[in-house]
């Protein structure tokens, strides 16, 4: 039986260790493994991202692949083709090509004799995605697989389209790779790092354009998305999310999907475990590595009799852009996640949200800035990017409020919204929140969920609605864990907008509601933790010289004069050099969303970000810029994109495009 060791083994870093492709590409993997691996093989772990190991992500891997490299894995972070330090060209996310060439890697990686054999993927993000994706195709060496805030299906619930609206991320984080991946590699690691630099720049597509062209859930979606064939995947999967998070609903669907799978989920954003925001961490690289040791080194670590759903249920707050600590419980369900749960259904009425039916005749008719304290689809990177108080976006809805509870409710599981409607135009869409009323008026958001109307019976093809015609809907709002206490009220909150979390439709809509009801799962009310992790720890942290500090701002602007409201985004993250090999990094990220509360045409959205790489006397800089805003028929898009070489500009190339709209 081959055990981890208790005594941290001394190891050997690459930071540049090549695998080379089938086709001749090199790619650049940085690794750690034990000293003596080359005469006991070890078990690897791989995360295979675009986001380069040299100076992107390399403050979380420092934290994370040398611990479990101490307790006896070689652990590699490759960087994609076209990324950071290896060759090749990036052409999309997710594609075919990628997923060949991770499966590739991880056939190399298995017969090298340092590898005893078996291989796990682990990553967050991108690198949750993908450690699905490729764990589908079934490659023998792939045991199991670690996958942190990913997604099940690619048109559902990425950063694309949500209920089949298209999201305002489908811009900001094409606007996102449109920096990150033309950036030049490390010269200190590549001789040809300029022409390879241009190679890149050439070639970086503007995905945004891509993307919108695939306005329905068709065959481009499809592919990648592992929810059209769980059966496929015979790696054990450990799936773990966070309530802060916009990927929480892969981890409930993979529980109850594959047989053996386990999920958890935190109050966390996008962030590890083990040093994500807000607290309670827990011990995520403890739980990984017993993981690990099941299943890559055949070891009784127990986890097969773990609750399958460990997930921390809430206490609900006062509404805050930003929290360090989020008070609750930690609950276990011993087996599936949510759906044995029983639902209670309050009922949309002109009294309010009642146990009992009772007539509805209400019209939902919000002006085109309805949204604005949704906060970021995605809370990433550590600013004020959370819901804020709801009573402004509540106050342009129609609302349906309980009366104060009498005890306890602890809403475990997704919220089903069912409601008969019609809409005075062919294109609409709705936005629907489940608020928490506090006594003192102030309103948080416990969950959401959004619906292009013309989705209503199907993403992959859609319908637009017959103008007056009564239909019935229904459909889930995220999953979530959220206790709201005795004395305070729950709110149902319905608008036709949601800007700037949302594209809006061409024209405003009205809907009249008849009848509507919410179908609330819930669970028996818990005491203390059901389940108690280990705290965290981690490995010493990545060592860098501040040159400038990270500052994060997001404000509301109103045009006095137009009208126009816009949201104001703006991340510097800081500029920073690495202690170790010198090289310096920066980046600043800008986005501005604007619109007129009366006129839905007038949407637009900007984005600029600068990307710094410098040593030895090199400055290298790229300016991102890129803009969206359509008409009723039209999306329309400009990007450019520049690069400088000590200060002078040696690359400019400038995109326009057009896409037709399609029932969006």
Known sequence: MNTSSNTPLPLIEDPDMGITM???????????????????PVPVILEYLPYRKRDGTTARDALTHPWFAERGYACVRVDMRGNGDSQGLMEDEYTPLEQSDCIEVINWLAQQDWCNGNVGMMGISWGGFNG????????????????????????????????????????????TMWAYSSRAPDPALREDWREMWLERLEAEPFLPSLWLRHQSRDAYWQ??????????????????????????????????????????????????????????????????????????????????????????????????????????????????????????????????LLPQTASLDATVASPAHCGASAGEYCAIWLGPEMPGDQRQDDALSTTFDTGPLTENMDIVGAPRITLKLSCDKPQGQIAVRLNHVHPDGSSARITYGVLNLSHRNSAQNPTAMEPGKTEEISFDLDHIAYRVPAGHSLRVSISTAYWPLIWPTPETATLSLSSGQIALPQRPTTGGDEYTFAPPTAA???????????????????????????????????????????????????????????????????????????RDGISLRTETHSKMWSDATTFY?????????????IYERDVEDGIPRHFM
């Open 223 to 352: 592919q990648g998305s592992v929810i059209e064939d769980y059966s496929a995947i015979k790696a054990k999967v450990l799936a773990v999310g966070g309530w802060g998070d916009a990927y929480k609903n892969a981890v409930p669907q993979i529980v109850e999907a594959l047989p053996g799978a386990k999920g958890i989920v935190g109050p966390w954003v996008h962030k590890y475990p083990h040093f994500a925001i807000p607290e309670p961490r827990i011990g995520f690289l403890q739980e990984a590595l017993r993981w690990w040791d099941r299943w890559l080194k055949d070891i009784d670590t127990g986890v097969e009799d773990d609750p399958d759903y460990r997930a921390y249920l809430m206490d609900g707050m006062r509404p805050a852009t930003w929290v360090l600590e989020r008070p609750g419980r930690w609950i276990a369900e011993p087996t599936g996640a949510t759906t044995h749960l029983p639902v209670e259904t309050l009922h949309l009425t002109d009294a309010g």
């Open 132 to 175: 699905l994706q490729v764990a589908a195709h079934g490659p023998e060496p792939l045991k199991a697989v670690i996958t942190l805030c990913s997604t099940v299906d690619r048109f559902a619930d990425d950063i694309h389209y949500k209920g089949g609206c298209l999201l305002n991320e489908n811009l900001g984080w094409g606007a």
């Open 22 to 40: 089938s086709d001749g590409c090199r790619l650049s993997a940085r690794i750690w493994r034990p000293e003596n691996s080359g005469d006991v």
């Open 637 to 649: 898009l400009t990007a450019r994109l520049e690069a400088y070489e000590n200060g002078a500009l």
């Open 540 to 614: 010493a942290p990545w060592e860098t010289e501040t040159l400038r500090p990270e500052n994060h701002i997001r404000r509301q602007e109103i045009d006095m004069v137009t009208g126009n409201v816009s949201l104001v985004i703006e991340d510097d993250f800081g500029k920073v050099k690495d202690s170790d090999h010198g090289l310096i990094n920066g980046s600043i990220a800008r986005e501005r969303w604007t619109i007129n509360p009366d006129d839905p045409l007038s949407a637009t959205g900007v984005c600029h970000w600068t990307e710094e790489l410098e």
